[in-house]
């Protein structure tokens, strides 16, 4: 069989599956979850810190990727990303945008710039050919 990052493909559990001391866990916490949800709710009023941990973490998880609302100027060019990036250094310092949402828009902005000169350099190139 054919070699996938180190595996042979087909081999180890299908996707989704899950182990089987996983599956036994899971299988004692059947009909369990109230009573010990309650009682770490319990431990946490009593200032158990790990039970207010458990807890916190339950009611309000880490929080993930949200769509950022921000306005730049239209990228017909590479040269426009420079200006794109002045707003968006702006936005930073204004406080409308996170330090770590400006550095994800800022990955977005060079991507584009890499992709735009791309293609540039490889029309270049082909008219440089055809020239010849």
């Not at 069989?1 to 180190?6: E, I, L, P, V």
């Not at 595996?7 to 899950?18: I, L, T, V, W």
């Not at 059947?30 to 810190?49: F, P, Q, S």
């Not at 550095?103 to 270049?124: C, I, M, N, V, W």
Request: net charge positive.
């Amino acid at each position: 069989m054919k070699q996938k990052g180190g595996k042979r493909e087909g081999a180890g559990r299908p996707k989704g599956s899950r182990n089987q001391s996983t599956l036994y866990l899971q299988s004692l916490l059947d009909g369990e979850a109230e009573a010990i949800t309650r009682k770490a709710i319990e431990l946490a009023k009593n200032g158990e810190m790990q039970a207010i941990k458990l807890v916190l973490e339950r009611i309000m998880p880490t929080a993930k990727d949200t769509p950022i609302r921000f306005t730049i100027p239209p990228l017909h060019h590479p040269h426009d990303v420079m200006s794109a990036h002045a707003h968006l250094i702006a936005a930073v310092a204004a406080g409308e945008l996170t330090p770590q949402e400006g550095k994800s828009f800022a990955d977005l902005l060079e991507g584009y710039r890499k992709h735009y000169e791309t293609l540039e350099l490889e029309q270049r190139i082909t008219a440089l050919e055809e020239r010849r």
